[in-house]
T-cell receptor, first 114, second 109 residues
Framework: GAGVSQSPRYKVAKRGQDVALRCDPI?????LFWYQQALGQGPEFLTY????????KSGLPSDRFFAERPEGSVSTLKIQRTQQEDSAVYLC????????????FGDGTRLSIL | DAKTTQPNSMESNEEEPVHLPCNHS???????IHWYRQLPSQGPEYVIH???SNVNNRMASLAIAEDRKSSTLILHRATLRDAAVYYC??????????FGKGTKLSVKP
């Protein structure tokens, strides 16, 4: 079956531009997570949704970062007024429910800010 | 947040067993031990998880120390495709994954 799909695979933007990254989770998965992975580091948690509710956004680095999941399926991570330090791979994961269910990851969007 | 300690890198020969260690001395009684791996240019992939007893699945085995302060991921026969970064993670009650830097496993033919 289809896994977690992220688009675009690569995104290049100029500093100051807004970007939107899309995540299509596995159908029926209630929980959705966003992570940021800098080069050579492990992924870092950004935010978590249960259906359409954003239950934890403690990892979002600034108010320039915004995530939504309006219908409880597809999610979008938006970064406004991008800065060079936003360059990273952004990973999306979904799981059937919260708790100790395995998370299924997409292959990420590599964002480069020039 | 509970933390884990892993070697930065390990090497293995193809078709030999690999034992990847993880120390987690501050683990709490309700923390599960999860292992994920990440192949180059891919997202992390779930490998296995456990609480107290040793666990086996088609990918690997997880051996958990009696005091739960350490664990070992065992790949029974390493293949070239097993070359990846392996993350040992303690999962808290909220279920959020907190990744460290992991162990980079190289497999030699």
């Amino acid at each position: 079956g289809a896994g977690v799909s992220q688009s675009p695979r690569y995104k290049v933007a100029k500093r100051g531009q807004d970007v939107a990254l899309r995540c299509d989770p596995i159908s029926g998965h209630v929980s959705l997570f966003w992570y940021q992975q800098a080069l050579g580091q492990g992924p870092e948690f950004l935010t978590y949704f249960q259906n359409e509710a954003q239950l934890d956004k403690s990892g979002l680095p600034s108010d320039r970062f915004f995530a939504e999941r309006p219908e409880g399926s597809v999610s979008t991570l938006k970064i406004q007024r991008t800065q060079q330090e936003d360059s990273a791979v952004y990973l999306c994961a979904s799981s059937l429910v919260q708790g100790n269910q395995p998370q299924h990851f997409g292959d990420g969007t590599r964002l480069s800010i020039l | 947040d509970a933390k884990t300690t892993q070697p930065n890198s390990m090497e293995s020969n193809e078709e030999e067993p690999v034992h990847l260690p993880c120390n987690h001395s501050t683990i709490s009684g309700t923390d599960y031990i999860h292992w994920y791996r990440q192949l180059p240019s891919q997202g992390p992939e779930y490998v296995i998880h456990g609480l107290t007893s040793n666990v086996n699945n088609r990918m690997a085995s997880l051996a958990i120390a009696e005091d739960r302060k350490s664990s070992t991921l065992i790949l029974h026969r390493a293949t070239l495709r097993d070359a990846a970064v392996y993350y040992c993670i303690l999962r808290d009650m909220l279920g959020n994954l907190i990744f460290g830097k992991g162990t980079k496993l190289s497999v030699k033919p």
